[in-house]
């Protein structure tokens, strides 16, 4: 085991402080758009097309991912301080809000255009989920926060800005899991498994929050559930993305590429 404690803020200029969370999160969007930049060159797409459709996604993940921590795991207390919902750099943004955010941007894109269906968009922005979820969980881990559960194992991480408790490092196994993800969404996505609509979208929502179910059990209590209950709150927003997933992936799909919407 050992342990951590690195300061969360890598530098400060001029009353500015960047954070090691902040930069990472810049760089789950960098990364991600360059992805996006080969894909929509690859299949003759315009820029044009991409960078619209990323303004979408990129709003729709900062409020999606806001909205969805503070109505998910805090509502009595931002509903009743309405005005700390807006106060997004004190931190707390949920993965689950993100989602049904780009869910919402992509139904909205694609009624405002002929460019693309909404599963083909869908489609090609669930290659890049896993990849910027890779870096959203490192900044977690560099912060000491969404904490894994005290153990012995060898790999154990004491998070001394919190306690000196060991833990699982529960944010690295997530890491590790959405880089194996976004690894295999690569790989649908060569085997021209995107030729299929809708096909990569479920193939990324089974994984990622199926994925997340399971590690949720490793973490410690984040919601405001009854603790006696059986799964956490992060679970039970987990199991209808599956599900839809899982829908995605057994439905007769039609074998097009094409600008019609969905």
Not at 1 to 29: K, Q
Not at 108 to 132: C, K
């Amino acid at each position: 085991m050992f342990e951590w404690n690195v300061d969360p803020e890598l530098f400060s200029i001029g009353g500015i402080t960047v954070r090691w969370y902040g930069l990472l999160f810049a760089l789950a969007f960098i990364s991600s758009f360059s992805i996006m930049v080969w894909v929509f060159r690859r299949e003759n797409r315009s820029d044009e097309q991409l960078n619209k459709l990323f303004l979408y996604v990129f709003i729709a993940v900062v409020v999606g991912a806001r909205l969805g921590h503070c109505l998910f795991y805090g509502p009595e207390y931002y509903l009743s301080n309405p005005i700390e919902i807006l106060k997004i750099t004190k931190g707390g943004l949920a993965s689950h809000g993100a989602a049904i955010g780009i869910i919402v941007a992509l139904l909205l894109y694609a009624r405002r255009t002929t460019e693309m269906s909404f599963f083909w968009a869908a489609d090609r922005v669930s290659l890049v989920i896993p990849l910027a979820a890779i870096f959203v969980r490192l900044g977690n881990f560099v912060n000491s926060e969404i904490l894994g559960l005290p153990s012995d194992v060898a790999w154990s991480v004491i998070f001394t800005r919190i306690d000196n408790v060991p833990r699982h490092p529960v944010q690295l196994y997530e890491a590790l899991a959405y880089l194996a993800i976004f690894l295999v969404m690569m790989y649908l996505y060569r085997r021209q498994l995107g030729a299929i609509t809708g096909r990569l979208t479920g193939s990324m929502l089974t994984m990622l929050f199926a994925m997340r179910f399971i590690l949720e059990f490793f973490k410690t209590g984040q919601s405001t559930l009854d603790p006696s209950m059986p799964i956490t709150m992060g679970q039970l927003l987990s199991v209808p993305l599956v599900a839809f997933g899982l829908w995605l992936i057994l439905r007769k799909h039609g074998n097009t590429q094409g600008n019609t919407t969905a």
